[in-house]
């Protein structure tokens, strides 16, 4: 089984910054992608950004330049640094991984209970 613990979000000004964290225990597999995705009040869940454990980062449109994803592999840690902050930034991270699990033959999601961002205009 694999636990996801988000952890950073909170209330801040337009134009502000946070860091957010996501400590990902359990059985991870390699090769995995781990990424955060948001979801702001009625609408549905969106991308944010991925970074695969060897591969290259994606951006969704709307926070390329101004947020930026990494992971620590010897922590099993993925951070997401997010600047310039905008209200429609709003809305609860999430922290995914999703990888092949030998025990079950096929790829698995795995999610956090997310954590909530707020910014203020």
């Known amino acids: 089984q694999v636990q996801l613990v988000e952890s950073g979000g909170g209330l801040v000004q337009a134009g502000g910054s946070l860091r957010l964290s996501c400590a990902a225990s359990g059985s991870i597999f390699s090769p995995n992608t781990m990424g955060w995705y948001r979801q702001a009040p009625g609408k549905s869940r969106e991308l944010v950004a991925t970074?695969?454990?060897?591969?290259?980062?994606n951006y969704s449109d709307s926070v390329k330049g101004r947020f930026t994803i990494s992971r620590d592999n010897a922590k099993n840690t993925l951070y997401l640094e997010m600047n310039s902050l905008k209200p429609e930034d709003t809305g609860v991270y999430f922290c995914?991984?999703?990888?092949?699990?030998?025990?079950?033959?096929?790829?698995?999601?795995?999610w956090g209970q997310g954590t909530q961002v707020t910014v203020s205009s």
């Open positions: 970074i695969p454990s060897n591969g290259r980062t």
């Open positions: 995914n991984v999703g990888m092949f699990v030998p025990t079950r033959l096929r790829w698995t999601d795995y």
